[in-house]
């Protein structure tokens, strides 16, 4: 009986200190906090297209990646990956490398508006849209850096550029692409990942990427977020994901509901719910690692 006693001990102590040790929970909400807090401080001007501070945002995501241990994609020697427009801030890209040639991918855009001319407040701060999408790359990256076992595809992070200018990194990437498109198991992408009810996020995408669907659903088994799925079929059009999915890579779509910051000046760190973006952090993470393993 007390043999019986220490090993239930052992195993519920055994099973608390791994998942507190796990990658996935380095992910913290207070880290995505203090990322969002600096890239989407009034000093960033919004981190907008073709300019200094979108270049500076480019900088600080590439900076904590090389941090992380991750490096250039197979061919590239650096994670920046200009557009063909030489006034444009890059696409940024990096990997963790896996055991085989295929690839899965964890995208989001990190430019926002350009400042309007009047007002009281001029900057468009784009919290939520995207400096949390954005920060999610960062602790996904410092999650990545925690893993004990190799796994088998590579996981690509992608940090678009010139996404509210009209998919502007995302289409260069998609018809330029570093990595073979077919080689390609999953994208998720996250755009807009902190606001609106505490714990639910938006799917879209699901029917047409049964695989990624399975890794979700895996995954939110650790994560318990609430997912409503396919409620807005036509957001598969209106973020990175969309080049891909012309090109049929399986793509899924990770965001918020609209509100009422979306696209104002008001769209500030302090209305964000950290923890939400933590979860949706951790959700793509773990359906990445699963995609990244054979199909079972
Ligand atoms: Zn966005």
Redo the contacts with the bound molecule.
């Keep these: 009986m007390r043999n019986c006693c220490i090993v239930a001990l052992c195993i519920v102590f055994y099973g608390c200190s791994s998942s507190q040790n796990s990658p996935e929970s380095s992910i913290t909400a207070n880290q995505i906090l203090q990322d969002v807090s600096w890239l989407a401080s009034d000093e960033m001007q919004g981190r907008h297209y073709r300019s200094i501070e979108a270049r500076k945002a480019a900088k600080y995501i590439a900076d904590k990646w090389k941090l992380a241990g991750l490096t250039p994609l197979p061919t590239k020697t650096s994670m920046y990956l200009p557009t063909g427009d030489s006034r444009d801030s890059p696409n940024v890209a990096a990997m963790y490398k896996g055991t085989g040639d295929t690839f899965v991918l964890i995208t989001a ?1 990190y430019d926002h508006l350009k400042p309007r001319r009047s007002g009281k407040d001029k900057i468009y701060n784009g919290a939520d ?2 400096a949390s ?1 954005t920060a999610a790359l960062l602790a996904i990256a410092h999650a990545l850096s925690k893993l004990q076992t190799p796994i088998q595809s590579s996981i690509v992070l992608v940090a678009f550029t010139g ?2 200018a009209g998919l502007v990194g995302s289409k260069y990437f998609a018809n330029n692409s570093p990595i073979p498109l077919a080689k390609i198991r999953g994208l998720m992408n996250l ?2 990942i902190s606001r609106g009810e505490p714990n639910t996020i938006f799917l879209e995408g699901a029917p047409d990427a049964p695989r990624i669907n399975m890794a979700i659903v895996r995954a939110n088994k650790q994560v318990s977020l609430n997912i409503i799925r396919n409620a807005h079929t036509d957001w598969l059009h209106r ?1 990175d994901q969309a080049p891909f999915l012309e090109k049929n890579v399986p793509c899924i779509f990770l965001s918020v509901e609209d509100h009422e910051d979306y696209h104002q000046v008001t769209d500030h760190t302090d209305k964000i719910i950290p923890e939400l973006a933590a979860k949706t952090a951790r959700l793509a993470f773990l359906a990445a690692i699963d995609l990244a393993h054979p199909v079972p």
């Design positions: 855009h849209d995207n999408g996404e509210e755009d807009m973020s």
